[in-house]
């Protein structure tokens, strides 16, 4: 790697080890010894006063996994953020998506709940397999990127000594707790739950909810922004009665949604509107009633609490449409989408897996109405049980044997691409690699179907790899100019996976994309 690509590439990923030169030692002998370089030049670091001091108060979890997007003082201008929609949030600005009180900022609870569960319908994953303590830190360090930015104002008009603290308290004050009633016992009446959205509720989200509206509508920065479509079931914060009641009750700070207090609307107006909002969304006899009696299911984007399986079969079903298929237990999947036109948001894509002994068979199926050669479908495997998202497998100097290449099916064709892949316009944008890479292991086969509005795509490959140097499910450095070493499938073991889908008629490049986060898979014995 260069050493001008290096301090593009730090800035999108810092947690990666700083590269180390061997230099011979002044006065020695000319052996070489290992030194650490002087820091280089940070080409995405804030230059301005304020960017600066916010960026010192950025805590190892920011700096680590967000500043990819949210960037490197938190404002919402990480290198993602171009490829992005919506996009990220700007910690400066005071206004989260995401509240639970009136009158002030989110208590520390909901924060942490945002971290942990994502954001459904935009790019933000979930953070679920991070440990409590490194949650909690990156909401330290998020309040005190706000702390800073107003502390920075406030000393700008002068403030200082006790006015300062005053003035800082005041303005990073909890505001007053949601109280949320009990909808049991509520006689729900659409028509009047109607009549309330047509007058408050229609101009930015259409009259059939599909938030298709000749109203432009703007984030806290001035940015464009779509009104939440509310057929696809995702809603920010959870669609239970509950999380509803929060959002338009606390609105939504960061964008064009008001607060409705009681004054505008009352307890019980609202308990029919949420339940006229929820008649959008397509019911799932699976998931248990809400207190309206539609059957919504709870979209989450965390890695499923139960792994997958791979089954083992005496005879593998290669075909997309086997009978022996319904046999083979599927998950449904969580995907994270890059934007709101990407191709799923997790309603309807499911995944399976199955074995012979010898070679192994992965088959996923998602909701696409309106198929496209271009639509893509891939699979990536990682060794060992690990709860990853998507760009923690995407390290840009650093190939780990832990992580095969990504595999995917598209045009009739299948090809592999680097474990760290982009689609190319990013890659390109970000200074990595797009050349082809040659894979070392088994072939992997394709064959693609269709189940009425759905698309199936079956993978298929060799289960053994001889000489894998990650068997052991510990990462190894491979050579940056070498082969991609496909990974084993042992019976027995467990390993995780991550799968990627678009719909090319939607969207093109990463905003058609969707992706999940890696879950556990045990391998039947």
């Known amino acids: 790697m260069s050493n001008a690509l290096a301090p593009l590439l730090f800035s999108v990923f810092p947690f990666l080890p700083s590269l180390q030169a061997k230099v011979p030692q002044a006065g020695a002998a000319s052996r070489p010894v290992t030194t650490r370089p002087a820091p280089a030049q940070d080409p995405l670091a804030p230059q301005d006063k304020l960017g600066k001091a916010m960026a010192g108060r950025m805590t190892p979890p920011l700096r680590s996994f967000c500043s990819g997007c949210h960037g490197t003082a938190g404002r919402g201008d990480g290198p993602m953020a171009r490829f992005l929609d919506p996009k990220p949030l700007d910690f400066s600005q005071g206004r989260f998506k ?70 800082l308290a005041l303005a990073l004050k909890v505001g007053t707790p949601i109280k949320i009633p009990s909808f049991q016992g509520h006689s729900f009446d659409l028509k009047r739950g109607k009549e309330i959205y047509a007058k408050n509720c229609a101009v930015c989200h259409g009259p059939k909810g599909t938030g298709k509206t000749i109203m432009p509508l703007m984030n806290a920065k001035g940015e464009r922004i779509q009104a939440r479509d509310f057929r696809s079931g995702v809603f920010k914060g959870g669609a239970n009665m509950e999380d509803l009641w929060q959002r338009v009750r606390g609105g939504i700070p960061y964008s064009n949604m008001p607060a409705f207090s009681q004054e505008l609307i009352s307890d019980s107006a609202l308990m029919d509107l949420i339940a006229f909002v929820r008649s959008f969304v397509p019911t799932d006899p699976k998931a248990a009633p809400g207190p309206d009696g539609r059957r919504i299911p709870r979209f989450r984007m965390e890695p499923k609490p139960n792994p997958a399986k791979m089954v083992k079969r005496s005879k593998l079903p290669v075909d997309p449409k086997d009978p022996a298929w319904k046999e083979v237990p599927a998950v449904s999947l969580n995907l994270v989408p890059f934007s709101p036109k990407a191709a799923t948001r997790g309603a309807g894509a499911k995944f399976q897996a199955v074995h012979d002994g010898k070679r192994a068979a992965f088959r996923l199926s998602w909701e696409d109405p309106s198929p496209e050669p271009a639509d893509l479908a891939g699979i990536q495997l990682c060794l060992g049980r690990r709860s990853l998202h998507f760009f923690e497998a995407r390290f840009p100097t650093r190939r780990y044997s832990i992580f095969g290449p990504a595999w995917f099916f598209q045009d009739g064709r299948v090809r592999a691409e680097r474990p760290n892949y982009f689609p190319p316009k990013v890659a390109k944008a970000l200074g990595l690699p797009t050349d082809p890479v040659p894979v070392q292991g088994p072939k992997v086969e394709a064959r693609s179907s269709r189940e009425g509005a759905r698309r199936v795509v079956v993978f298929v490959r060799d289960l053994a790899v001889p000489a894998h140097p990650g068997a052991a499910g510990r990462a190894k450095k491979l050579p940056d100019n070498g082969p991609v070493i496909e990974l084993p499938i042992v019976p027995g073991t467990t390993i995780s996976f991550s799968v990627f889908l678009s719909d090319a008629s939607r969207a093109k490049g990463l905003k058609s994309w969707a992706y999940s986060v890696f879950s556990e898979l045990e391998i039947e014995n």
Request: aromatic share 2%; proline share 7%.
């Open 98 to 167: 995401l509240t639970d009180t009136v009158g002030g900022l989110p208590t520390q609870e909901r924060l942490i709940a945002t971290v942990r569960e994502g954001l459904p319908g935009a790019a933000m994953p979930s953070f679920h397999h991070f440990p409590p303590h490194m949650v909690k830190m990156a909401v330290r360090g998020i309040m005190g990127l706000l702390r800073e930015k107003i502390r920075q104002e406030l000393l700008a008009e002068g403030k200082k000594g006790e006015e300062l603290e005053k003035a």
